[in-house]
């Protein structure tokens, strides 16, 4: 089992559309979560942590639930701006594992 | 503010040839440095990471090597390419201590022929 799975996509919606992504990790002991954001042929950039309780940032909300050990990233009232790969990040010690990531595509 | 720089932005190399790629990385000190490579239609790979000047990390056996000479400058290196080493290279630099937050430079999209 690979240690960062997603859902490679693409998600096609159209702008204002509500979408979610999950990923699951297979090592329990992962220690943190984050999500990161990749535009064709650039650097990825963190797009936000993910923490126990749920936590929200703008239009992004982002779920952990360590017992299933699966990440889930809802994105509200899509933007053309969105279109990106997405990818799930797990940390443990020093280093961190990336999915594959879920490409959105966001229509007009 | 801390800002990182790679280099070149594409690279085009026969098989057998050697490799060299530099980061480096301004504004800040100490920091933890790492190398990952994106192939096509595969997630970003960690190839090498780094805590302190000369203490290298290797995280896949490969035809790759890694060295950091200076406090913020990375060196990735082949002596002899292989078809298979094509890919998107991304340096990344985080704060001492921990990899809770990666800053990548704009990456290196090598082709070997």
């Known amino acids: 089992r690979k240690e960062v799975e997603q859902d490679p996509g693409p998600f096609n919606v159209p702008e204002g559309a509500t979408v979610a992504f999950n990923c699951t990790y297979s090592?329990?002991?992962?220690?943190?979560f984050f999500w990161y954001r990749q535009d064709c042929r650039k650097e990825p950039k963190l797009l936000m942590s993910?923490?126990?309780s749920g936590n929200e940032d703008g239009r992004f909300t982002a779920q952990l639930n360590r017992a299933s050990q699966y990440i889930s990233l809802l994105i509200r009232d899509s933007k053309l701006s969105d279109s990106a790969t997405y990818l799930c990040?797990?940390?443990?010690?020093?280093?961190?594992?990336f999915g594959k990531g879920t490409m959105l595509l966001v229509s007009p | 503010s801390q800002t990182i720089h790679q280099w070149p932005a594409t690279l085009v190399q026969p098989v057998g040839s050697p490799l060299s790629l530099e980061c480096t990385v301004e504004?800040?000190?100490?920091?933890?440095l790492y190398w990952y490579r994106q192939a096509a239609g595969r997630g970003l790979q960690l190839l090498f990471y780094?805590?302190?000047?000369?203490?290298i990390s290797s995280e896949v056996p490969q035809n790759l090597s890694a060295s950091r000479p200076q406090d913020r400058q990375f060196i990735l290196s082949s002596k002899k390419l292989l078809l298979s080493d094509s890919g998107f290279y991304l340096c990344?630099?985080?704060?001492?201590?921990?990899?809770?937050?990666?800053?990548f430079g704009s990456g290196t999209q090598l082709s070997v022929l």
């Open positions: 990344a630099w985080s704060r001492p201590g921990t990899a809770e937050k990666l800053f």
């Open positions: 993910v923490y126990s």
């Open positions: 780094s805590v302190g000047i000369g203490q």
């Open positions: 504004g800040t000190s100490n920091p933890n």
């Open positions: 990040v797990v940390k443990r010690y020093s280093t961190l594992t």
């Open positions: 090592n329990s002991a992962s220690q943190s």
